[in-house]
């Protein structure tokens, strides 16, 4: 928001006061400074006013000019070359003399120019640093003295404040708001702009040709509408301090009255709008939503499609208004105008905010109407409008203001005390200068009632334009805005030691970064918001409706994740494009993943691995597998506590959503509080992204209420100094039951044959066969059963009476065939 410092001094009397000082001061009422901008000439010393009197022909250049200038009595006549052409004899110049120095350092000395003695230069507005125009010489309107400082002919510059309003402060997106602030802290009188009109004083008849009737049919977006007519306007140039204070601030002056619309706005913060009444079809104005691929064409001159919802305002037959944000082409104000309709409305925020975000399309005055308008001003502002249209435009008010929508209640008010205000600052301030804060703040004191011991207890009312004020402590806010921050005294901080664990998230987060870090992995930082269309691929279709946002920022960042594995593949493409080696890549975040039927919030940890493709090594590696995925993943459940080997899994059927089936498994479920899965992904998925190879993955998600910090710790147990007993036995079982479900099976057998005679120590897979001699679509599962005695060497008879026991009972109560 830029503000014009000539500008304020219309409402508050800064003269005397530095520019330094006003920026500090915009700072310490809290907003942000980010640039001072000069404007105008700068203070230029030996450059006066002259009047070429003679211009002759260089004799050695046929481009430059030898000219006779008389730069007033004091300083006389001066020869002077020149290479500009837009002059004429008679003409008043600006005039550098020797010794001056211009913008950028240049000094002007006494020279030669082709054998011709030039003592000074004649300037160009350029190089006075006053404009951009460097095509001629800066010919001086209206004949000023000769002889008179530049800067005394000059227009005055300006100084304008760059400021970044923070987003409670819509008030401040005005001259009038910033005024206010500066007012309160250099206790200066506020001067509101005087306002003449009043509606009761309008004499002339309606023009129902013009303006017949205003209906607000979207009356919760809309709550209130006013229409203008005034008739018989001319269009012309705005004066000249118009045109300096809305150049000042960035604005290109284009007519007097698009210039006033723009003015109302920036000096109330109240966007207002200005129709050609003669271009309203049906003399009549609606407010109401867009019918589906309702076409505009804003004043940008681009064609814009409309969806059902947004906010418009239309005549008989179009919209002729994006409303809160941009007219049409054909309903704006042209040369030929005479007739008008003022508009100044009240829309709300996040209409005009939904409507702006999905055309793609921002405006002065869209991005007031998001951040929020005071509807109790309005008035003020329209009467303004009309005001300055009259003085400025000519012409009249036609009957009577048409207005839609009923007053908006305001009333606030908040109590608050001076102890109150000194306990939460840590320091007293007198109750006197409390009193003068909020005064000048215009926060009037409506009531006063004594109170024990906490002096006097203030009822203040609270201004329109400060919603931003609803509780006492924003009142303890703004007396320290206006007692200066630089006054708070210096004190000890106190405060207890409070020790306390770190949060089991952050535990997790820390266990899985330090453990697959020193396993080689890389980690990843994603966003959590991603495309809909990569969501897709690793969720039910009814899920991704449910993570979608509603009004996403953009596109690509449309749903919440449900995986983490989606990003990591992302960063790994992007390395595999650039020639990146990093291909084993981690991340803990948070996943959205459905419930019953609801989405819940997971601490989640992902990792991926990918074939190496073109790495020359000394040394070939053995690439991963399904278990080497299986390994890392068991580590991460470890940081949260879960065993994830004694765990039953599965492998992952059809519908894979980003695994291959039957080369993935999973375990755990999410209503149990966690759910883990790794493997192999899906290759056609892998291909459609662009990336070669194939890539094991590892996913493990886990609700946070089910983290204790703690994780899998492992307890000593002594081992055995004992010989081991092995036996060896082969099972023949169906090829769809998996290796893990026959080796518990197998397990709880072998422990309930062993009965704490002595120990169980491992059940393992050695041997898978498929093929001749065994039945078909069966497979032959080759175990290693490993018993040890903590006190003794086991016997051969009591192994074999065990191990005899153990085939008894798999014949009997299981389906599986001993292999002979």
Not at 213 to 237: N, Q
Not at 652 to 668: D, S, T
Request: glycine fraction near 8%; aromatic fraction near 6%.
């Amino acid at each position: 928001m830029k503000i014009s410092r000539n500008w304020l001094q219309a409402y508050v009397d800064l003269a005397g006061i530095a520019d330094a000082d006003i920026s500090r001061a915009i700072t310490f009422l809290g907003f942000e400074v980010e640039q001072v901008i000069r404007t105008g000439a700068p203070q230029l010393d030996n450059v006066f006013v002259g009047e070429v009197l003679v211009r002759n022909k260089h004799p050695n250049a046929d481009k430059l000019s030898v000219c006779q200038v008389d730069v007033g009595p004091v300083h006389g006549v001066k020869t002077i070359v020149c290479g500009a052409q837009n002059y004429k004899a008679g003409d008043r110049v600006p005039v550098a003399l020797v010794g001056a120095v211009l913008p950028g350092n240049f000094v002007i000395k006494e020279s030669k120019i082709r054998g011709e003695a030039s003592s000074g230069m004649m300037c160009s507005a350029k190089e006075l640093a006053i404009a951009e125009d460097a095509a001629g010489l800066l010919i001086l309107d209206g004949r000023p003295e000769l002889g008179a400082p530049i800067n005394a002919i000059l227009p005055p510059g300006d100084v304008v404040f760059d400021i970044e309003i923070t987003p409670n402060r819509p008030d401040c997106l005005s001259h009038l708001g910033v005024a206010r602030e500066l007012s309160a802290w250099f206790k200066k009188d506020l001067a509101y702009p005087a306002v003449s009109f009043t509606p009761a004083a309008v004499s002339a008849a309606p023009r129902t040709d013009l303006l017949k009737s205003v209906r607000v049919e979207a009356t919760e977006d809309c709550p209130l509408y006013t229409a203008t007519v005034v008739t018989g306007v001319t269009i012309a140039p705005s004066p000249d301090w118009l045109q300096q204070r809305l150049a000042a601030v960035g604005l290109r002056p284009i007519n007097n009255v698009v210039d006033i619309g723009n003015y109302v706005m920036l000096e109330y913060g109240q966007p207002v709008h200005a129709f050609d009444a003669r271009k309203l079809a049906g003399a009549e104005i609606v407010v109401r939503h867009a019918v589906a691929d309702e076409k505009i064409t804003t004043l940008d001159a681009k064609e814009r499609a409309l969806t059902a919802g947004m906010l418009v305002i239309a005549d008989a037959q179009k919209p002729v208004v994006v409303a809160g944000i941009m007219g049409a082409e054909n309903a704006g104000v042209s040369a030929g105008t005479t007739d008008l309709i003022l508009e100044v409305a009240f829309f709300k925020r996040q209409s005009v905010r939904a409507t702006s975000k999905r055309l793609g399309l921002s405006s002065d005055s869209s991005y007031r109407y998001e951040r929020g308008v005071d509807v109790h001003s309005l008035d003020e502002a329209l009467h303004r409008f009309i005001d300055l249209i009259l003085a400025h435009a000519g012409g009249q008010v036609a009957g009577p203001i048409h207005r839609v929508g009923g007053d908006i209640p305001w009333q606030r008010e908040i109590t608050v005390t001076p102890g109150y205000i000194n306990q939460k600052l840590g320091f007293d301030i007198p109750a006197a200068d409390m009193k003068a804060a909020f005064e000048a703040l215009e926060l009037a004191i409506v009531r006063e009632a004594p109170t024990e011991n906490q002096g006097p207890s203030w009822t203040l009312a609270v201004p329109s334009w400060r919603d931003d004020l609803d509780r006492p402590i924003d009142l303890v806010e703004e007396v320290m805005r206006l007692h200066g921050t630089e006054k708070i005294p210096a004190a000890v901080v106190t405060a207890p030691g409070l020790v306390g664990n770190d949060d089991p998230i952050v535990l997790f987060n820390r266990q899985v970064a330090d453990a697959l870090v020193g396993q080689g992995f890389n980690e990843c930082v994603n966003y959590t918001l991603r495309a809909g269309k990569e969501i897709a691929a690793w969720a039910p279709a009814a899920v991704v409706a449910d993570l979608a946002l509603a009004n996403p920022f953009v596109e690509d960042q449309s749903h919440l994740r449900p995986t983490l594995v989606s990003g990591l593949l992302e960063s790994l493409k992007l390395n595999q494009s650039r020639g990146v080696a990093a291909s084993h890549l981690f991340e803990t975040g948070r996943v959205f993943v459905e419930r019953n039927g609801q989405l819940v919030e997971c601490v989640a940890a992902a990792f991926i691995i990918a074939e190496a493709s073109g790495e020359r090594t000394w040394r070939t590696r053995e690439p991963a597998d399904f278990y080497t995925a299986k390994r890392h993943t068991e580590t991460i459940a470890a940081a949260a506590g879960i065993e994830l080997g004694r765990q039953p899994t599965a492998l992952v059927a059809a519908p894979a959503l980003g695994w291959q089936e039957g080369q993935a498994a999973a375990a755990g479920d999410i209503k149990h509080g966690w759910t883990a899965t790794f493997g192999l992904l899906d290759l056609a998925h892998l291909k459609s992204l662009g990336i070669a190879g194939k890539v094991y993955a590892g996913f493990f998600a886990i609700l946070p209420e089910r983290l204790t910090g703690e994780g899998t710790r492992r307890r000593y147990q002594p081992f055995s100094l004992q010989p081991a007993a092995l036996r060896d036995l082969a099972l023949v079982v169906d090829n769809a039951v998996s290796a893990a479900e026959v080796q518990k099976t197998l397990a709880k057998i072998a422990r309930a044959a062993v009965n704490n005679a002595f120990a169980l120590e491992a059940v393992n897979v050695f041997d898978v066969y498929q093929g001749k001699g065994l039945p078909e679509g069966a497979k032959s599962l080759a175990f290693s059963l490993v018993f040890r005695s903590a006190e003794r060497t086991l016997t051969d008879d009591e192994v074999n009476a065990v191990f005899t026991k153990i085939q008894d009972e798999l014949v009997k109560t299981t389906p599986y065939q001993i292999r002979k």
